[in-house]
């Protein structure tokens, strides 16, 4: 017989296994936490909740704000269904300065520096270089994390060293 090692696992993964959602309660979601809608983390901006219907469950209606790209996107969903909840991280770190549109950052606690993010685009992204360029202190920008995607969503500047 062949000596075949097809059938043995291997685990190459460099993940922390945590999933990106978990599943919550339709009903038990509020105003100003996050949801899934279209495979996109959003957060929750206005909700209502209908009546039930002759047959049916009360259905919640919901609109949400991407996270990430800023788009309103709108979903309805039966009361007592589940739907997927991001996790959503925040961390802050320095930004040491930007090269070709990409932020240098440093992780203030691991002094890691972090080089794969983009620099936001706009008005955040002006005001993010000009708040480097004048020198006041350490620029602290925030990073929001959530199912694989990371950006840079806002800043504040720390005029302790």
């Known amino acids: 017989m062949s000596e075949d090692h097809h059938d043995e696992e291997q685990f190459d993964s460099a ?92 992780d203030p606690e691991s002094c890691e520096l972090k080089d794969d993010l983009k620099m936001p685009e706009g008005d955040l992204g002006n005001t993010i270089r000009e708040a480097l360029e004048k020198d006041e202190g350490s620029v602290l920008v925030q990073v929001v994390a959530a199912c694989g995607e990371e950006a840079i969503l806002g800043y504040k500047i720390s005029t302790k060293e």
């Open 15 to 106: 993940e922390s296994g945590a999933a990106a959602t978990f599943p919550k309660q339709c009903s038990a979601l509020r105003k100003n936490e996050h949801v899934m809608i279209r495979g996109r983390p959003c957060k929750i901006v206005e909700m209502s909740t209908s009546k039930t219907g002759k047959h049916g469950h009360a259905k919640v209606h919901m609109v949400a704000i991407d996270i990430f790209t800023t788009k309103k996107l709108e979903d309805i969903c039966p009361s007592t269904h589940n739907m997927d909840v991001p996790v959503v991280k925040r961390r802050e770190y320095i930004l040491m300065s930007i090269e070709d549109g990409f932020c240098s950052l440093m």
